[in-house]
């Protein structure tokens, strides 16, 4: 089976007047859940061939903040800020060679595409909260379409 690993950025800070929304650190929750995140990764096996994060310093700093996942490959791609569900999609099937893909992202892209994969619709869901993790399975050689995942894990800190 391909493993799709969402990761939602863990908690930042607020924006002060006049940032970026880009440039938003994370704050001292968030680099502890960002580390339970990597804890949680190890201890359940599910260490990434490729990670996919988005350009934002708060998913970045939670990318770091993950510790040793084995060498995975790091691809920053600046797509994932702000992205639907279907773009998130589409960037998981062009990496499809990959067994085990780890995006590291934002809402309400992430909690759509999870919700979109395993049960077909994306509507209205909530349900991915700050360095939440959910790993859907999908069959090989089998595109990223709506309903064709299975929701194996789904953990948050």
Known sequence: MRELILLR???AEPATP????????LSAIGRAEAAAAGDWL???GRL???????PARRTRETLA????LGGAEVREVPAIYDATAGTLAALAEAHAEVVRLLIIGHNPGLERLAALL????SGEYRGMPP???AVLECAPGQPIEPGT???VHFWWP
């Open 48 to 54: 990434p061939q490729r990670i996919l994060c988005s």
């Open 18 to 25: 006049g940032q970026d929304d880009r440039d938003r650190p």
């Open 118 to 121: 395993h049960s077909g619709q």
């Open 65 to 68: 903040g993950l510790g040793d």
């Open 131 to 133: 360095a939440g993790i």
């Open 9 to 11: 950025h863990a908690h």
């Open 42 to 44: 190890r201890a359940h």
């Open 149 to 151: 995942a299975r929701l």
